[in-house]
């Protein structure tokens, strides 16, 4: 459900063939251990192409609460963000899993990140791409109700492997206990837990062994600002005239000729 921008919430696309070329070919493969801080930013971070497990974006708030604003999935890379301009971030880069990962040193990414204009254009792109994905989770975690939020996030969770069937059961392709979701959706374990529960109990979602799964219907009510800009009935019942001026007031020409970034499309 993004609001405003191309980037899906919580989760960066798949990265193109030539970013993860780049580390099949240099990158020295390494595992990654549960707990295991990831060392990013200025000229002694790294920047890793993830393989196999789980990494968080993180933050604490002045409160000292611990917030996750992105997962790093397999096929995506971290560190390159902050590494575009080697400078550091107040994030931490956390293995929320066993895993394993392609690494390069600040020197050799950005050697070969800007050896090719072409390849160094493509990740530019995807660079603003992934913050505009932080911005719509953060975003989402103060525009949204708590049910919302935990929709939107397996929504996006989900596009990252399949799509989503609206009429089914979804496999939730990602274990995460309740502190981890309350913490990707700003809010408590507790309202999180009462909130699948409420969803176990009318038959909207069910357990599996250890997996999660969520019946299409919860997806029914995602909007999109792009992928239903051409359908005002789905759009959001508060914000009715918004989307009807929506070409004249923001935009010089029509959406319909305006095509999504490529590199934002989900895989």
């Not at 990013?40 to 196999?52: A, D, F, N, S």
Request: net charge neutral.
């Amino acid at each position: 459900m993004r609001q405003i921008v191309f980037g899906q919430q919580w989760i960066h696309s798949e990265e193109p063939p030539e970013i993860q070329e780049i580390f099949l070919s240099h990158g020295k493969k390494r595992k990654i251990k549960r707990g295991e801080e990831l060392k990013h930013g200025g000229p002694y971070g790294e920047i890793g192409l993830l393989l196999k497990g789980l990494v968080f974006y993180r933050f604490w708030d002045w409160n000292d609460k611990e917030h996750i604003f992105s997962l790093i999935i397999p096929k995506r890379c971290f560190g390159d963000i902050d590494a575009a301009s080697c400078t550091v971030a107040n994030v931490s880069a956390y293995a929320a899993k066993d895993g394993e990962a392609l690494f390069l040193t600040y020197d050799e990414w950005h050697k070969l990140i800007t050896a090719d204009i072409k390849t160094f254009e493509l990740f530019s792109s995807r660079a603003v791409k992934k913050q505009e994905s932080h911005i719509e989770a953060l975003l989402a975690c103060f525009t949204m109700e708590v049910d919302m939020r935990l929709i939107c996030f397996f929504h996006a969770l989900v596009k990252a492997y399949y799509v989503p069937k609206l009429n089914e059961w979804n496999p939730i392709p990602v274990q995460l206990n309740t502190v981890m979701l309350s913490k990707i959706v700003s809010s408590s374990r507790t309202s999180v837990s009462l909130k699948l529960t409420e969803w176990i109990d009318r038959g909207l979602a069910k357990k599996d062994g250890k997996f999660l799964l969520l019946h299409g219907k919860l997806f029914e009510e995602v909007y999109d600002w792009w992928e239903n800009k051409k359908d005002s009935s789905k759009a959001p019942h508060s914000q009715p005239e918004l989307n009807h001026s929506f070409n004249h007031r923001f935009w010089p020409i029509p959406p319909a000729k305006i095509n999504e970034p490529e590199d934002s499309r989900e895989q």
